[in-house]
C-alpha cells in the first residue's frame, strides 16, 4: 500500500498535474460562481420567487458545466498528453507504453478532468444552500438571494486569496480584483433586467 501511495505521488510529481489542477480549479470555480450569481440575480430581477426553482436552475446550470468541463478537459488533456509522449518517444527512440511516463499522463487526464468539472458545480451547490434552507428555516426569497450573494462575494473573496498565496503577494490586489467581478456582475445583470 505504501509503495502504491509512493508511486502516486511519483506520478503527479512526473506530470505536473497539481499546477495544472491549481488553476483549472479557480479558474472553474469562478466561473461556477458567477453563472450561479447571474441566474440567481436574473431570476430575482424577473420576480421568480421559488427558491425550488432557482435550485434547480442553479444545479442543472452546474451540472452542464459539471459534464461539458469534464469531457472537454478529458479529451484536450488526453490529446496534450499523447502528443508530448510521442514526441518523448521519437526524442528518447523509446517506446513509452507502460513507462511511468504513460501512467503518469493517463492520471494526469483523470485527475485533471475531474478538477475542471467538478470546480463550477461545487461553486453552484455553495451558492443555493441558503435557497435549498429557505422552507425549512422559513427564509423568505430576498433574504435568500442576499444570502446567497454574501457567499457568492465571500467564495470569489476566498479564490483571490488564494490566487496571492500561489502568486507570494499580498492578498488585498487579488481579493480586491475578485470582489469587484462578482459584484461588477451583478450590477450588469440588474441593470440589464431593468431595461428588458
Not at 458545466?65 to 488533456?77: R, V
Not at 425549512?136 to 435568500?144: E, M
Not at 483571490?160 to 490586489?173: D, E, H, N, T, V
Request: charged share 20%; with cysteine; hydrophobic share 55%.
Amino acid at each position: 500500500m505504501r509503495w502504491k501511495l509512493d508511486d502516486l505521488e511519483k506520478m503527479l510529481r512526473i506530470s505536473g498535474v497539481l499546477e495544472i489542477c491549481r488553476r483549472y480549479f479557480v479558474m472553474n470555480m469562478f466561473d461556477g460562481a458567477l453563472a450561479a450569481l447571474g441566474v440567481m440575480m436574473g431570476m430575482w430581477i424577473s420576480g421568480i420567487a421559488d427558491p425550488r426553482a432557482v435550485v434547480k436552475t442553479v444545479l442543472s446550470a452546474g451540472l452542464a458545466m459539471f459534464i461539458s468541463g469534464t469531457w472537454g478537459a478529458y479529451l484536450t488533456e488526453k490529446a496534450e498528453r499523447e502528443r508530448k509522449l510521442r514526441e518523448l518517444e521519437e526524442a528518447t527512440f523509446q517506446e513509452m507504453k507502460g513507462s511511468i511516463y504513460e501512467r503518469s499522463s493517463k492520471l494526469a487526464v483523470l485527475v485533471v478532468s475531474v478538477v475542471d468539472g467538478i470546480s463550477p458545480l461545487m461553486a453552484c451547490a455553495i451558492l443555493v444552500i441558503p435557497f435549498a434552507l429557505s422552507h425549512a428555516l422559513a427564509i423568505d426569497f430576498a433574504s435568500a438571494a442576499l444570502a446567497s450573494l454574501s457567499i457568492g462575494i465571500a467564495l470569489l473573496g476566498a479564490l483571490g486569496y488564494f490566487l496571492s498565496r500561489i502568486a507570494g503577494k499580498r492578498p488585498l490586489g487579488y481579493v480586491a480584483f475578485m470582489v469587484l467581478a462578482g459584484v461588477a456582475s451583478a450590477i450588469v445583470i440588474v441593470l440589464l433586467g431593468a431595461h428588458i
